[in-house]
């Protein structure tokens, strides 16, 4: 990852896309639409942001793991990593676009139909791969496709579980002793 590639999120709406890995095989429910049927492996989700607080609020809350379960993408990473955001500033909401290339790419499977797409005719929002999906070949992709698309960049997700087991770990060694009596 070179820096012209990463940007801290801010306030701005836009599109993005959430880079999930999955470590275990599990049956996850997701709210009215059924079960997915989770395998180790990438998932990767795009949606977009034009409300309040634009791609910065809505990936903050993405990368929150407490909190109230309301849209499809919630249940699914409760029981995983986020590993990368891809995003753009683009005014165009460009989700559905990004969806029907990310189904396009080499490797791409359904995992569930009708996943993050309750609200437009897209088959899903949501792709599987069994390898890690290559931000430049998205990139590509999309500029093929679009020319006058708007600058796609990308951000590291959460810390990696050792870095967040020894954050933890030293949150406990700081934490006030308890006391007796
Ligand atoms: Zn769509």
């Not at 189904?103 to 139909?113: H, T």
């Amino acid at each position: 990852m070179t820096a012209a590639d990463t940007s801290p999120l801010g306030s701005r709406p836009g599109t993005y896309i959430l880079v999930l890995e999955t470590r275990k095989a599990a049956v996850i429910p997701v709210g009215r639409l059924g079960s997915l049927r989770a395998c180790p492996g990438f998932y990767v989700y795009a949606g977009s942001a034009f409300g309040p607080g634009g791609v910065g609020a809505r990936c903050a809350r993405h990368l929150r793991l407490v909190k109230p379960l309301h849209w499809h993408i919630d249940y699914l990473r409760s029981r995983s990593r986020i590993l990368e955001i891809w995003f753009t500033y683009d005014a165009i909401r460009r989700e559905h676009l990004w969806a029907s290339i990310l189904g396009r790419s080499p490797g791409a499977g359904v995992p569930l139909r009708g996943f993050g797409a309750s609200d437009c005719t897209c088959p899903t929002h949501l792709f599987h791969f069994a390898a890690r999906p290559s931000f430049l070949g998205f990139r590509r992709r999309v500029r093929r496709i679009c020319r006058a698309h708007g600058t796609i960049s990308r951000t590291r997700g959460e810390v990696n579980a050792g870095e967040r087991e020894a954050v933890a770990g030293l949150r406990k060694l700081n934490a006030p002793l308890p006391r007796y009596g």
